[in-house]
């Protein structure tokens, strides 16, 4: 199933706290730009291509439109090499283009995914246990996926009639002024104004729609992964709405730009189909000045060839409003990450290992409760401390602000002295390592899930980690060994072994600071117990932060907080 949600204090699915806020839309486009640099090369051949190939499709269409007109009238005024020169040439051109465009814009995806997980691995290390694995899927497949147009289908083809506007006007301009100015209104209004006015029309409902598939997928996922509880309670049909209500939302979201799709493709018809009109009427010299057949004919077979480009630049409007708000989606999920790279005055964790919330006043948006309003808590370094409260008060809240998967609204957290905001993320939690209740083993070995931890770790540290786990024996006597198979989640396991594994993992980071969030949830009482006293024994010397709801009475504690009405009163352990 997805990583359950955490308590009242966190954030809703797929949805950033106010702490970070959104992006806009030139933000997030500036932001993909930056990340494409190293593909500028490819993308400005590309780019060259598609104009070459667009100069020789205009020249080859209004020279055999003058080649038509003359042998008609007994004037051969283009050759056929000249013809022949220029198809072969729009052709290999054309060939080119395609080839070169999609190449650069898949290898800019790919740099584009790569940076997407790294921003979840660095920017989101506590973030990952607050947001739902189908609206991950969703940015990493639907939003980086539709974000290949914004290259392929907006940029060139805009360059395109960029450079067929002025030329169409000079063409018109050498016959007629006031046809060249109708001309040109009714090519401006095809190629920019209706594909801007449906990217602006559309730019909600995109988002919109976004959002509908990203929860549809959770809703799927949701009714795959709990699948047997479903049937355990007899809530196959309650589920089953809940997936139709969801599908039944993105497809009407899908028809309403679907509508605006065939309006705005219509209007854009009817600008290529009224220049074609106009260009006839000023041949037979109605309402315009009689212009030559022969220049009249290749002008119009040029505003033929022109007003072509309006309705792939109409679809590129409508996919505009897509393409803005899956850059969004995608670019937020940096979040804080983006934030510490942007800004460079940001400095190194400290040496000091001491905590220190400061009168933090704390919530997730604008229309939630306060979790925090005034709260104070100091943890001295390499104390062992509890955090206690029921479910919903908002302990793993208080992970998260350590992490910095979110920021107080005000207040101040220091590590070692220094306010954690003025940290470099990355530094930040490689003096803090994390153990949750929802800790996910991959369906790797042993060695790569231990690896995941610290990838430069020799195989004495992966078995000095174990042992002090308490696994060591186990995946000693395992055919493999370090090469044994976890399976999907760990499922090869137990699941007091997969806990253990995952502890191995934590402690091989080496960070002064463990934040244990309910790290023997699910376990029973017995596992739960052998569980924590490892931790007792393996965590000496460490800052140990154990957030959990109830002691079971096994803990080696300094201090005991209790979490109530947004403050922390501290109890003698």
């Given at each position: 199933?997805?990583?359950?949600?955490?308590?009242?204090?966190?954030?809703?699915?797929?949805?950033?706290?106010?702490?970070?806020?959104?992006?806009?839309d030139?933000?997030?486009?500036?932001?993909?730009?930056?990340?494409?640099?190293?593909?500028?090369?490819?993308?400005?051949?590309?780019?060259?291509?598609?104009?070459?190939?667009?100069?020789?499709?205009?020249?080859?269409?209004?020279?055999?439109?003058?080649?038509?007109?003359?042998?008609?009238?007994?004037?051969i005024?283009?050759?056929t090499?000249?013809?022949?020169?220029?198809?072969?040439?729009?052709?290999?051109?054309?060939?080119?283009e395609?080839?070169?465009t999609?190449?650069?814009?898949?290898?800019a995806?790919?740099?584009?995914?790569?940076?997407?997980?790294?921003?979840?691995?660095n920017?989101?290390?506590?973030?990952?246990?607050?947001?739902?694995s189908?609206?991950?899927?969703?940015?990493?497949?639907?939003?980086?996926?539709a974000?290949?147009?914004?290259?392929?289908?907006?940029?060139?083809?805009?360059?395109?009639?960029?450079?067929?506007?002025?030329?169409?006007?000079?063409?018109?301009l050498?016959?007629?002024?006031?046809?060249?100015?109708v001309?040109?209104?009714?090519?401006?209004?095809?190629?920019?104004?209706?594909?801007?006015?449906?990217?602006?029309?559309?730019?909600?409902?995109?988002?919109?729609?976004?959002?509908?598939?990203?929860?549809?997928?959770v809703?799927?996922?949701?009714?795959?992964?709990?699948?047997?509880e479903?049937?355990?309670?007899?809530?196959?049909?309650?589920?089953?709405?809940?997936?139709?209500?969801?599908?039944?939302?993105?497809?009407?979201?899908?028809?309403?730009?679907?509508?605006?799709s065939?309006?705005?493709?219509?209007?854009?018809?009817?600008?290529?189909?009224?220049?074609?009109?106009?260009?006839?009427?000023?041949i037979a010299?109605i309402?315009?000045?009689?212009?030559?057949?022969?220049?009249?004919?290749?002008?119009?077979?040029?505003?033929?060839?022109?007003f072509?480009?309006?309705?792939?630049?109409?679809?590129?409007?409508?996919?505009?409003?897509?393409?803005?708000?899956?850059?969004?989606?995608?670019?937020?999920?940096?979040?804080?990450?983006?934030?510490?790279?942007?800004?460079?005055?940001?400095?190194?964790?400290?040496?000091?290992?001491?905590?220190?919330?400061?009168?933090?006043?704390?919530?997730?948006?604008?229309?939630?409760?306060?979790?925090?309003?005034?709260?104070?808590?100091?943890?001295p370094?390499?104390?062992?401390?509890?955090?206690?409260?029921?479910?919903?008060?908002?302990?793993?809240?208080?992970?998260?602000?350590?992490?910095?998967?979110?920021?107080?609204?005000?207040?101040?957290?220091?590590?070692?002295?220094?306010?954690?905001?003025?940290?470099?993320?990355d530094?930040?939690?490689?003096?803090?390592?994390?153990?949750?209740?929802?800790?996910?083993?991959?369906?790797?070995?042993?060695?790569?899930?231990?690896?995941l931890?610290?990838?430069?770790?020799?195989?004495?540290?992966?078995?000095?980690?174990?042992?002090?786990?308490?696994?060591?024996?186990?995946?000693?006597?395992?055919?493999?060994?370090?090469?044994?198979?976890?399976?999907?989640?760990?499922?090869?396991?137990?699941?007091?072994?997969?806990?253990?594994?995952?502890?191995?993992?934590?402690?091989?980071?080496?960070?002064?600071?463990?934040?244990?969030?309910?790290?023997?949830?699910?376990?029973?009482?017995?596992?739960?117990?052998?569980?924590?006293?490892?931790?007792?024994?393996?965590?000496?010397?460490?800052?140990?932060?154990?957030?959990?709801?109830?002691?079971?009475?096994?803990?080696?504690?300094?201090?005991?907080?209790?979490?109530a009405?947004?403050?922390?009163?501290?109890?003698?352990?």
């Amino acid at each position: 199933m997805n990583t359950p949600m955490p308590d009242h204090g966190t954030a809703p699915a797929a949805v950033l706290p106010t702490s970070s806020p959104h992006a806009t839309d030139r933000q997030a486009i500036l932001t993909l730009v930056g990340l494409w640099r190293a593909q500028a090369a490819r993308l400005a051949v590309g780019g060259v291509l598609a104009l070459l190939a667009l100069a020789c499709g205009l020249a080859l269409v209004r020279s055999s439109g003058l080649r038509l007109a003359g042998c008609i009238t007994g004037e051969i005024i283009v050759t056929t090499a000249f013809l022949q020169w220029v198809g072969a040439g729009r052709v290999a051109l054309r060939y080119a283009e395609r080839l070169g465009t999609h190449d650069a814009m898949f290898r800019a995806l790919s740099d584009l995914r790569v940076w997407f997980f790294r921003s979840l691995a660095n920017g989101a290390a506590a973030g990952l246990g607050f947001r739902r694995s189908g609206d991950m899927l969703s940015r990493l497949v639907s939003d980086i996926g539709a974000l290949d147009g914004l290259y392929l289908r907006l940029v060139v083809p805009l360059a395109c009639a960029c450079v067929t506007f002025p030329v169409l006007l000079a063409f018109a301009l050498q016959l007629d002024t006031g046809l060249a100015v109708v001309i040109g209104v009714l090519f401006a209004c095809g190629a920019f104004v209706i594909p801007w006015r449906i990217a602006r029309s559309g730019r909600s409902a995109a988002g919109q729609m976004a959002t509908q598939l990203a929860h549809l997928r959770v809703s799927v996922l949701d009714l795959i992964g709990g699948l047997r509880e479903i049937r355990a309670f007899g809530a196959e049909k309650r589920m089953l709405a809940s997936v139709r209500a969801s599908d039944a939302a993105l497809l009407q979201s899908q028809m309403t730009l679907a509508r605006r799709s065939a309006f705005a493709g219509a209007g854009a018809f009817l600008c290529g189909q009224a220049a074609i009109f106009v260009v006839l009427l000023a041949i037979a010299g109605i309402i315009f000045p009689a212009i030559p057949v022969l220049k009249g004919i290749g002008l119009l077979f040029l505003s033929v060839a022109a007003f072509e480009s309006v309705s792939t630049l109409t679809r590129a409007g409508l996919q505009a409003g897509t393409m803005a708000a899956a850059a969004v989606r995608v670019v937020d999920i940096a979040g804080d990450d983006r934030r510490g790279h942007a800004d460079n005055t940001l400095q190194a964790a400290p040496a000091g290992t001491e905590i220190r919330f400061s009168n933090v006043a704390f919530r997730w948006s604008d229309d939630r409760a306060w979790v925090f309003q005034d709260l104070n808590l100091d943890i001295p370094p390499g104390a062992r401390v509890a955090i206690l409260g029921p479910s919903g008060i908002g302990k793993s809240s208080l992970a998260a602000m350590l992490l910095r998967a979110a920021d107080p609204q005000a207040g101040t957290i220091t590590l070692g002295g220094e306010n954690i905001a003025h940290i470099r993320p990355d530094s930040l939690r490689a003096r803090m390592a994390w153990l949750s209740q929802a800790t996910h083993l991959f369906d790797d070995t042993i060695r790569a899930n231990l690896l995941l931890g610290r990838p430069d770790a020799a195989e004495a540290d992966l078995w000095q980690a174990l042992d002090d786990a308490a696994i060591g024996d186990v995946v000693r006597d395992l055919p493999e060994g370090l090469d044994t198979w976890l399976g999907e989640g760990g499922l090869r396991l137990s699941g007091g072994q997969g806990r253990r594994i995952a502890l191995a993992r934590t402690l091989l980071t080496q960070a002064p600071i463990l934040i244990l969030d309910e790290p023997a949830t699910g376990l029973d009482a017995q596992t739960e117990q052998e569980f924590l006293e490892t931790l007792n024994t393996v965590t000496t010397g460490r800052t140990v932060i154990l957030i959990t709801h109830r002691l079971t009475g096994v803990e080696k504690l300094d201090h005991v907080w209790w979490l109530a009405g947004g403050q922390a009163m501290m109890a003698n352990a």
